[in-house]
């Protein structure tokens, strides 16, 4: 049991590092524009070695966005959670941190799966017609390894919890 929540907070540890680098950096996009190479991020976009905000309130940044926020936030509560399941005494009979853990995780990976699928979506239909010679960059990449990472967290803390109610119902017999 522990084990497997050992090896869900490393993977939740290392998927909440990635959702805030994901977010954070300028580079899901990189693409050539009048000779020269640019790039963009959720929040600046960079040309000829300067960095401007993304002023624009464009609907599909704004939510990409919010979701990789929605995400950090619910893999930091998944990660709260996962480190107090560790210690066993609890004021609920009923309640299980680890389950509540996993719960968390799972959430996080939906909340980048949709930011994730909005950029990707409105990028191939509008943002890749538009620049003729483009790419995902490394700051997406890194969004796609967070929900992965996110997702077996969630996976090791369901098993880690399955494993504690096997043994709670079998030494209760």
């Known amino acids: 049991m522990y084990s497997f929540m050992g090896g ?16 954070a950096t300028d580079y899901w996009m990189q693409y050539r524009l009048s000779g020269s190479y640019a790039h963009q ?10 960095c401007y905000m993304q002023t624009a309130s464009i609907a599909y940044w704004n939510a990409t966005r919010a979701f990789m926020i929605l995400s950090g936030m619910a893999c930091f509560a998944g990660i709260m959670a996962g480190i107090l399941s560790f210690a066993h005494f ?7 941190r680890s389950f509540a853990a996993g719960i968390m995780f799972f959430i996080s990976t939906f909340f980048v799966l949709l930011a994730m699928a909005i950029y990707t979506g409105v990028t191939l239909s509008f943002l890749g017609k538009r620049f003729g010679d483009w790419r995902f960059s490394w700051s997406y990449i890194l969004g796609w390894v967070a929900m992965l990472m996110t997702f077996f967290a ?13 043994r709670r119902v079998v030494g209760s017999r």
Do not use: D, Q
Not at 41 to 50: D, H, I, T, V
Not at 90 to 96: D, G, L, T, Y
Not at 154 to 166: D, K, L, T
């Open 8 to 23: 869900g907070l490393f993977c939740a540890i290392v998927g909440n590092i990635l959702i805030v680098v994901s977010t």
């Open 41 to 50: 991020g959720l929040w600046r976009y960079c040309m000829a070695n300067k």
């Open 90 to 96: 609890s004021a609920f009979e009923r309640f299980s």
């Open 154 to 166: 969630g996976i090791f803390y369901m098993c880690a919890h399955r494993m504690y109610e096997s």
